[in-house]
């Protein structure tokens, strides 16, 4: 059974940073590639960033030069790296098996101004 955890979310001040965590079990790791994406209030959940199984990423215009997406493929664990946050950047995250529809429950991130 395909299980994704994520952590590291919380309340941070705007130009602050965070690092999300999201946990992977019940497949084999490495040969998947991994995404996360976002949903404000309101709001359709987006595309945030992706990582290959080559290590290949990919970023939304919005977080680009200021997130980074990496793996550890013997931890099955994605990170988010969250620097420069602002207040638009507040959102539950969520991680993604990037070619099949899993889904972890998501992690709150809110930036304040």
């Known amino acids: 059974q395909v299980q994704l955890v994520e952590s590291g979310g919380g309340s941070v001040q705007a130009g602050d940073s965070l690092r999300l965590t999201c946990l992977a079990s019940?497949?084999?790791?490495?040969?998947?590639?991994w995404a996360w994406y976002r949903q404000a209030p309101g709001q359709k959940r987006e595309f945030v960033a992706s990582i290959s199984t080559k290590n290949v990423t990919d970023y939304s215009a919005s977080v680009k030069g200021r997130f980074a997406i990496s793996r550890v493929n013997k931890k099955n664990m994605v990170y988010l790296q969250m620097d420069r946050l602002r207040p638009a950047d507040t959102a539950i995250y969520y991680c993604?098996?990037?070619?099949?529809?899993?889904w972890g429950a998501g992690t709150q991130v809110t930036v304040s101004s």
């Open positions: 993604k098996m990037y070619y099949y529809n899993y």
């Open positions: 019940g497949m084999i790791f490495d040969i998947n590639a």
